[in-house]
């Protein structure tokens, strides 16, 4: 394995930095601030809650549809810098533009075009690994954009923080503050992305035929996908492992600030402590890619899926900001290793031609989305009048993603 990272990985590694300057955005500012809209149209903390968490839901549902078909799309030969372009300036665009929405129904609808857009960059982002790293690099590649999108997006995160927090006193109005966050946000998404469609390359394609037509070639070699998948157990059950396991960890990452706010927590600590969850993932992520190096990423990706489980139980108790800070810091640990090693582990796992396929299929199980997790919290959390339950149901997720994927790793193995 070479220790030096290539001018390529490097420039994958930078969308990581760019795109989670939005993760950040999504999980701290964008449910404060809907918040404010919320309040300023009557709707109750419950309410709230339950309204971003179907928005978040809606969102995905719209991925679940267009990853697979993208994805697909996108392995045609030369097709998936093009479409992955499109889809960081749309959502991109959609950022920018919430920052000037002050009624909280417009603002959830262009949220959630900005979600889906961004969720389906990250479809082709991932299936670009194989282009851009060796069978040997995935793991460390894999959790390097990780660590450092975790790091980088604290940048422009602090920027906001400076301009939404300390505007007022320096007699900046809080909806110019507001704006000029969310294009902050947007222009260093763009900027982060630029290398990358500068030196990426497409190695790893399918060939476009005379007869090519996209729209019907592309749902045929869907079909065919989706026979072959069920035929490979391994690959199948990892699908359904991580249906529940990401599902319940991006809906933590979606719904923390949210969670937090209908507490009637700080909104100030809430996004110092997030701020302190991106810090503590970095050297998390970096720890265990280099763990892969020395143990069984089976058992690495078990260890962090029962971690999960004991923070979704501990959100049964919180009722302070203190613990808060220490379920932030919980999160950092174990989100991005992971995240990283699921991705490294997929793209072992699958063909290399036809990654874009396979990636969109796997964002139907949780890349960005989070479905079963934002509903479950939404009608748990409006059916028990709490939202410290809401939150502890993902236990749920969590056990039954460690159970399949028991299952599919020892398939895989023998």
Request: hydrophobic fraction near 50%; include cysteine.
């Amino acid at each position: 394995m070479k220790t030096k990272l290539s001018k390529l990985e490097k420039s994958w590694i930078l969308y990581d930095v760019g795109n989670s300057a939005f993760t950040l955005l999504i999980s701290t500012i964008i449910p404060i601030y809907f918040n404010t809209l919320a309040e300023n149209s009557a709707l109750s903390s419950v309410d709230y809650l339950a309204y971003f968490g179907y928005a978040t839901s809606i969102a995905t549902l719209c991925v679940a549809v267009l990853g697979p078909v993208l994805g697909t799309l996108s392995d045609t030969k030369n097709f998936k810098r093009n479409i992955f372009m499109v889809l960081v300036i749309l959502g991109a665009a959609g950022c920018a533009l919430m920052g000037w929405i002050s009624h909280w129904l417009t603002f959830l609808i262009i949220f959630v075009i900005a979600r889906v857009a961004y969720s389906t960059s990250l479809v082709l982002y991932d299936s670009m690994l194989v282009d851009v790293a060796t069978n040997d690099d995935f793991d460390r590649v894999s959790s390097n954009g990780y660590a450092y999108g975790y790091i980088g997006s604290c940048i422009p995160f602090i920027i906001c923080l400076v301009l939404i927090l300390g505007g007022p006193s320096l007699g900046i109005p809080t909806s110019i503050a507001m704006i000029s966050g969310f294009a902050v946000v947007a222009i260093w998404w763009v900027a982060c992305t630029i290398p990358l469609l500068k030196h990426y390359k497409q190695k790893h394609y399918i060939e476009k035929s005379e007869t090519f037509n996209a729209l019907t070639h592309t749902f045929r070699r869907l079909y065919q996908t989706l026979k072959s998948v069920k035929q490979q157990k391994h690959i199948f059950l990892f699908f359904i492992a991580y249906f529940f396991y990401i599902d319940g960890v991006y809906t933590i990452i979606d719904m923390a600030t949210a969670y937090g706010t209908a507490l009637g927590l700080d909104a100030t600590g809430l996004l110092l402590a997030l701020l302190v969850t991106q810090i503590v993932a970095f050297p998390s992520s970096i720890i265990f890619g280099r763990l892969c190096n020395r143990h069984d990423i089976g058992k690495l990706i078990r260890i962090c899926i029962y971690a999960y489980c004991g923070i979704a139980i501990y959100a049964l108790f919180l009722t302070q900001q203190w613990q808060f800070w220490l379920l932030a810091v919980a999160v950092g640990m174990f989100q991005g290793g992971i995240q990283a090693m699921s991705r490294s582990y997929f793209t072992k796992i699958i063909p290399a031609e036809k990654s874009g396929e396979y990636f969109g299929l796997l964002d139907i199980c949780g890349k960005g989305a989070s479905f079963i997790g934002t509903a479950l919290i939404s009608l748990s959390t409006q059916l028990f009048n709490s939202v410290n339950i809401g939150l502890s149901t993902l236990v749920i997720v969590f056990l039954l993603g460690l159970f399949f994927f028991n299952k599919a790793y020892k398939l895989n193995k023998n």
